[in-house]
């Protein structure tokens, strides 16, 4: 059984690069970026691109191929915790209401809907209510549940991805909530055991450091490693990087991963693509985190962690991931996270977003894009993992064997 699929604001498709291995059927996709769209079209040339998702109509799908589910993650900005939080009075945020129009014009069998968790508390939850109430009127039964891409453990992605990703999910079944209940939970769930955790280390959560430039390099050893606080004090102003300067203000400008004096098993920790190990989910890997203190210019707040945090639409931005990873043997170096690195942190295949663009050849394909591209995507494990589940109930609920 084929399962026919609506992808409405849809990025770079995470959907499809999860649902295709499935056997799935993408029959439309909806994106007004224009380098997003560049990417969609690049890869799905054959699948139309409606634009505008709040102007698709039953009649413009074909009856033969006609969406068994309605898929999309509306803008997030109006409800994260780190924006404004103006909600559903957003023309963003009103989006969410436009999927749920969008879903009752269809009336497809399921709808999935993905929002950050900043949702929950979005006007006292009254936001997050107002959606699930309008998604009852138009006759959907519903479950939700927060995922995060470091736990979600797929046939793809054995051991998930290195990025603390959580996102809401709503699935939605018409005329049944008990569809999405079994899509979103199992007996295991219920009962009570606590997903896969990694054991706190005493050097990892030690409080946050702060500090001058100057301060910091002064606790580097200068043996590619770290002093007992952890802290790196080669990060340059502007993404400007070396081993050898000093006394400069950090940068925020940019993501960077961080060399550090551990090894690959075959001794290096760098692969010939020029990428880390450690961002193939196979690997070891920490991560330092730095934020602004304020806009008066105070002193970065610098922390260790075990686990890249969100990747973000932003290159800059309040809260930058830094990647220490694991180096050839040389002294410890800094640098910026590449493209590819943002694909694989995310699920996609390598070099995904590298498309040619406003005449330019892929090679040339916008840096920037391509790290907004990357950020403002859904982690394509998670999306496996709920396509495959939806799939399982779909099949037991039309009588196939799964």
Not at 5 to 28: E, Q, R
Request: aromatic content about 10%; glycine content about 10%; overall charge positive.
């Amino acid at each position: 059984m084929t399962i026919n699929y609506l992808s409405v604001c849809s990025g770079i498709d995470s959907v499809s690069v999860a649902w295709h291995p499935l056997g799935w059927n993408c029959v439309g996709l909806s994106e007004i970026h224009p380098f997003r769209s560049a990417v969609l079209n690049y890869h799905y040339p054959e699948i139309k691109n409606f634009g505008d998702f709040t102007g698709i109509q039953k009649d413009d799908l074909k009856k033969e191929t006609y969406p068994d589910i309605l898929v999309g993650g509306t803008p997030c900005a109006s409800f994260s915790i780190s924006g404004l939080r103006k909600g559903l009075e957003d023309d963003r945020g009103n989006l969410a209401l436009e999927f749920i129009l969008l879903a009752d014009r269809l009336k497809t069998p399921w709808i999935l809907w993905e929002n950050v968790p900043g949702l929950l508390s979005s006007d006292k939850g009254r936001d997050f209510g107002n959606f699930l109430g309008a998604l009852a009127e138009c006759g959907y039964g519903f479950a939700y549940r927060v995922l995060d891409a470091q736990y979600t453990r797929t046939q793809r992605f054995p051991r998930a991805l290195p990025q603390r990703r959580r996102r809401v999910f709503v699935v939605g079944h018409l005329g049944d909530w008990r569809p999405p209940a079994e899509v979103l939970f199992d007996r295991e769930a219920l009962s009570g055991n606590p997903p896969p955790s990694r054991k706190k280390r005493e050097e990892t959560s030690r409080e946050t450091e702060e500090g001058s430039s100057e301060q910091i390099w002064r606790k580097l050893n200068f043996q590619g490693e770290y002093a007992e606080d952890e802290v790196s004090g080669t990060l340059m102003a502007r993404g400007r990087f070396s081993a050898y300067e000093r006394g400069t203000i950090i940068s925020y400008d940019n993501p960077v991963a961080v060399q550090a004096a551990n090894f690959n098993s075959n001794g290096s920790g760098v692969q010939e693509d020029g990428s880390m190990y450690t961002l193939t989910a196979t690997d070891r890997h920490s991560v330092m985190c730095f934020e602004r203190r304020s806009q008066d210019g105070g002193a970065p707040r610098i922390q260790k962690e075990e686990i890249s945090p969100t990747l973000n639409a932003m290159t800059g931005g309040n809260r930058q991931p830094c990647v220490m990873v694991q180096p050839e043997k040389r002294q410890g170096i800094v640098r910026r996270l590449t493209p590819l690195e943002c694909e694989r942190l995310q699920g996609f295949p390598d070099n995904y977003t590298q498309i040619p663009y406003k005449g330019k050849p892929k090679e040339q394909a916008p840096i920037s894009q391509r790290y907004e591209a990357c950020g403002r995507a859904m982690a394509v494990n998670v999306m496996e993992w709920l396509g495959t589940r939806i799939q399982m109930v779909h099949k037991k609920k039309n009588g196939k064997a799964v």
